[in-house]
């Protein structure tokens, strides 16, 4: 294989920042047909939830979800890592335990070879070991682009099932990885990165949510969700629309990646965000442009933000540094006001 493949250059977007617009994604998925048919359905389509769950009538639900995209950064192992720990992440964030993988590959034969191609697998494959899963198998095609990702199954018990439609008014919300994964990667695909400054983006993406699964059985935990392509504004739109509540978020405690400004103000914008703000700006009060830029910004393989009621605090911090993290409240849900979400 050659060193100099720069995989980036073989697509047209990046990441979870290719995905469609939550505007237009809502007009395609719009539909009079509910799922009346199936009770055993505890989560479907209707809150925009991670991964659907259907009732096993033993207490617990099997997960089923999916997600692919198109290259992020360079180099294929990598590529096949972030995208394997994206999809993964689901399963973590509906309070779940992942079971196995399967992969959806689309490869461009006549650009790339197949040990490129190989490395992408072998990728994806180390993220599933390390989750402790199999990958059993997949499904491949010739493709204009590469793409790569996986369905993923899981498994969980139904009374610590996480839900959007689940939260409520008076709680802290946490975010447990930082923002700025799109404006880096965007920076990359731009040629303006410098040395070493995308690693921390890399290092966030290929860490897997594994603390859903340890969140999900407390009591003071009420919802949970991943920040991906939508940005942060858009998935906690999800939750308080499905929850009926309001947020207010606390901008200069929202986490940030090491270098994230500095490529903000050089016009590192993914279009991504821009077509998010598009979609929901008009449910949140007015932000400043570097506000609406960093909240927006469509992430790939994003933290998970938890809603915790605030006499839980203490018990969910524990189990927060048991895996890892240092977390502090970036806001708090509210009774619905003006406006969905205020930015302060």
Known sequence: MKNDIKLTEYSHGAGCGCK???MLLEEILETSRENILYPELLVGNSDKDDAAAYDLGNGTSVLSTTDFFMPIVDDPFTFGKIAATN????????????????????????????EVARKVIDGGRAICEEAGIPLAGGHSIDSPEPIFGLAVTGIADNENLMKNNSAEAGCD???TKPLGIGILSTAQKQKKIEPGDIEPAIEAMTTLNKSGAAFAPLQSVLAMTDVTGFGLLGHLSEVCEASGIGARIAFE???????????????CIPGGAKKNFKSYGHKISEMTQQQREILCDAQTSGGLLVIVKKEGRE??????????????????????GAHLIEVV
């Open 87 to 114: 999809a993964i992440s689901d399963i973590y964030a509906m309070g779940g335990r992942p079971l196995m993988a399967i992969s959806i590959f689309g490869w461009p034969i006549d650009k790339l070879s197949a």
């Open 315 to 336: 018990a969910f911090l524990e189990v927060a540094r048991e895996q890892g993290l240092d977390l502090e409240p970036i806001g708090e849900t509210t009774e619905k």
């Open 253 to 267: 405690k929202v986490p940030q990646l090491p270098n994230t400004e500095k490529y903000r103000q050089m016009g």
């Open 173 to 175: 919300i946490y975010l």
């Open 20 to 22: 469609i617009s939550p």
